[in-house]
């Protein structure tokens, strides 16, 4: 099969007559190759195989990819669906507790347990007024002395805190009005108790590292009082 020359200079001296070219087709490296190595034509349709093999070992490849990417969407569906689950199922009294217990906590580590200090309740109750848009309950117990109260803050609202006493452990009363009534409820969390309970429009929450026993004591005279 004829073949063109493949190199420039053997053109040129081909259109040239020039003696010069044989000597160039022995030296040429290209050219050598060009006029002597085997030639073979392509058989007919050896294109529309190799691109059929292409298309058949790359597609398992692209349908395994794609499942690996719906498995990995179903799996994250699947997570933000359990995480809504149990954000819903989260029992809300739950979460008044963390919030009443961190409260308590904090009133004992700073210096923010009173901001009217007054065992009288004649006292502590009329400094409530117009800071809050409630009149709190405040009670003379006997045996749980009232040691006075302060504004709180509970879910971003303002909550009154009435602080008892008892054997030199202190109880701290939160009050609010009540979106609703619920059962009464006793909490034990990192060796604090709470008390919950829903009277006359209100929800009270008692807590206080006092012995379980006597903080129910105390709720059952407050509720009595």
Not at 15 to 31: F, M, Q, V
Not at 88 to 95: A, E, G, K, V
Not at 182 to 206: E, I, K
């Amino acid at each position: 099969m004829n073949r063109e020359t493949p190199c420039e200079t053997a053109r040129i001296l081909r259109e040239n007559n020039d003696p010069a070219l044989e000597e160039h087709l022995r030296s040429c490296l290209s050219c050598v190759i060009n006029l002597n190595a085997p030639y073979y034509e392509a058989p007919a349709g050896l294109e529309t195989k190799i691109r059929e093999r292409l298309r058949s070992e790359t597609a398992p490849l692209s349908r395994w990819r794609w499942i690996a990417i719906a498995a990995s969407v179903l799996l994250a569906a699947s997570i933000v669906g359990n995480v809504s689950l149990l954000i819903t199922r989260t029992d809300p009294r739950q979460l008044v507790a963390d919030e009443v217990l961190s409260a308590h906590i904090r009133s004992l580590a700073g210096t923010h347990l009173l901001d009217v200090p007054s065992s009288d309740q004649h006292t502590v109750k009329p400094w409530f007024n117009g800071k809050l848009d409630f009149s709190p309950p405040v009670k003379f117990l006997a045996d749980f002395p009232l040691l006075g109260g302060r504004l709180e803050y509970l879910a971003g609202h303002p909550v009154a805190a009435l602080v008892y006493g008892r054997n030199k452990h202190v109880i701290n009363l939160f009050l609010w009005p009540a979106t609703m009534s619920g059962p009464n409820a006793a909490v034990t969390r990192n060796g604090y108790h709470l008390q919950s309970w829903s009277a006359n429009g209100m929800s009270f929450w008692a807590v206080s590292d006092l012995d379980e026993t006597e903080l129910r004591r105390f709720a059952a005279i407050y509720k009595q009082t």
